[in-house]
C-alpha cells in the first residue's frame, strides 16, 4: 500500500515540489513582491491623474496587479516554510539511522 503511494506519480510531483532549493523559490516570492510592488504604485499613480476613464482602467490593473502578486508571494512563502520542514525532518531522520 505505501509503496504504490510512493511511486505515484503524484506523490512524486508533490516530493519534487517541495524538494526544489530555495534559491528557485526565492525568485517566485521575488517576483510576487515585485508585482505586488508595481501594482501599489499604478494605483498611486491613478490616484494623481484626474478622473477618467484611463484612470478607472488603471486602478483595476494596479488592484489586479496587488492581488495577483500577494497570492504569488505568500504561495512562494508558504512553500518555502515546507521545504525548510522537510529538510528539518529529513535531516533529523537521516542523523537518528546514522546511530
Excluded at 511511486?7 to 517541495?18: D, P, Q, S, W
Amino acid at each position: 500500500m505505501i509503496s504504490h503511494w510512493i511511486n505515484n506519480k503524484y506523490a512524486l510531483a508533490i516530493k519534487h515540489h517541495y524538494t526544489t532549493p530555495l534559491e528557485i523559490v526565492f525568485k517566485q516570492f521575488r517576483l510576487g513582491g515585485a508585482i505586488f510592488l508595481l501594482g501599489f504604485v499604478l494605483i498611486y499613480t491613478s490616484k494623481q491623474m484626474p478622473e477618467s476613464a484611463i484612470q478607472e482602467l488603471m486602478l483595476l490593473v494596479g488592484l489586479s496587479a496587488v492581488i495577483i502578486g500577494f497570492i504569488i508571494a505568500i504561495m512562494a512563502h508558504i512553500r518555502m516554510t515546507i521545504i525548510r520542514l522537510v529538510n528539518v525532518f529529513k535531516n533529523s531522520s537521516d542523523i537518528s539511522h546514522d546511530k
